[in-house]
């Protein structure tokens, strides 16, 4: 059986700050016990497998690295209808994503939580490396308060 909540971690830990997603679903699932409804997943870039891991939910969270035009290492709150992509996609892999892509299918799957929320981090770089930006390094705990804040507590 599903747990009502997800929180997916989306992103490529081999390129520094686009791991941030990832990252922060490591850190919840150390304290896992603390979200009993909750099941935390690094789909790290594992595509339109979003699909499957949000059907049958009440609430997914996905966090994930965005070019938003702010400072590196700011957390922005989303709704999926209250925002835009504007990734350009080679269309050359199936790990190749785009996440409003993915709800909006969901959507017409009639496979869509309730309720969506997507966190975007502001990188400082994306370059080859698995280590985060000191900047978004100093900002972990403050993503952990803003997520945990989404989340249904024991």
Same mark, same amino acid.
């Given at each position: 059986?599903k747990k009502?909540t997800?929180v997916?971690?989306?992103?490529n830990?081999?390129m ?8 922060i ?6 304290e896992?016990?603390k979200?009993?409804s909750?099941?935390?997943i690094d789909?790290?870039t594992?595509?339109?497998?979003i ?6 939910r009440?609430k997914a969270?996905m966090?994930?690295c965005?070019y938003?035009g702010t400072? #590196? +290492?700011t957390?922005?709150r989303?709704r999926?209808? /209250?925002v835009?992509s504007?990734k350009?996609? @080679? ?13 909006e299918?969901?959507r017409?799957?009639?496979l869509a ?6 966190y975007?981090?502001?990188p400082?770089?994306?370059? #080859? +490396?698995?280590?985060l930006s000191?900047?978004?390094? /100093?900002k972990?705990?403050d993503?952990?308060? @803003?997520l ?6 024991s």
């Amino acid at each position: 059986m599903k747990k009502d909540t997800v929180v997916l971690g989306l992103g490529n830990r081999l390129m520094s700050d686009e791991g941030i997603g990832s990252l922060i679903v490591e850190r919840f699932l150390a304290e896992g016990e603390k979200y009993p409804s909750v099941e935390f997943i690094d789909l790290g870039t594992r595509g339109v497998s979003i699909l499957h891991y949000i059907g049958s939910r009440r609430k997914a969270i996905m966090v994930d690295c965005a070019y938003m035009g702010t400072q #590196p +290492g700011t957390i922005k709150r989303f709704r999926p209808d /209250k925002v835009k992509s504007v990734k350009k996609l @080679a269309y050359q892999s199936l790990h190749e994503i785009d996440a409003l892509k993915i709800i909006e299918l969901a959507r017409k799957l009639n496979l869509a939580p309730q309720q969506i929320v997507i966190y975007g981090i502001e990188p400082e770089r994306v370059k #080859p +490396g698995q280590q985060l930006s000191e900047t978004l390094t /100093k900002k972990m705990d403050d993503y952990i308060t @803003a997520l945990s804040q989404e989340l249904p507590h024991s």
